[in-house]
């Protein structure tokens, strides 16, 4: 069985820090990309950012560019999304996922989901 369990959300006033981890378990994923997701109320899921389990490509929202950073922990299994100067159009809740399909932007293109954690961004 496959599991994804992030951890790490919270209330933060703007222009603080969170970091948000998801834990894998169940098999190996260095074949996967690795990939966050935030939902806000009555809006779609978007992307945020990845990273290649292999390798350390990484990819980014450009909304979240230069704010947050992507990374990972392979003897720990573990995906990080460190977020700073957090703004409060951040607030949503956060998804990490596991995938291998080709557009690292869409949410079909990854597998295994885990079951999310909130952020709430106060201004």
């Known amino acids: 069985q496959v599991q994804l369990v992030e951890s790490g959300g919270g209330l933060v006033q703007a222009g603080g820090s969170l970091r948000l981890s998801c834990a894998a378990s169940?098999?190996?994923?260095?074949?996967?990309?690795m990939g966050w997701f935030r939902q806000a109320p009555g809006k779609e899921r978007e992307f945020v950012a990845a990273?290649?389990?292999?390798?350390?490509?990484?990819y980014y929202a450009d909304s979240v560019k230069d704010r947050f950073t992507i990374s990972r922990d392979n003897a720990k299994n573990t995906v990080y999304l460190q977020m700073n100067s957090l703004k409060p159009e951040d607030t949503a809740d956060y998804y990490c996922?596991?995938?291998?399909?080709?557009?690292?932007?869409?949410?079909?293109?990854?597998?295994?989901w885990g079951q999310g954690t909130q952020v709430t961004v106060s201004s």
């Open positions: 169940g098999r190996t994923f260095s074949s996967y990309r």
């Open positions: 996922a596991a995938g291998s399909g080709i557009m690292v932007v869409t949410a079909a293109s990854y597998k295994y």
């Open positions: 990273i290649k389990w292999s390798g350390g490509s990484t």
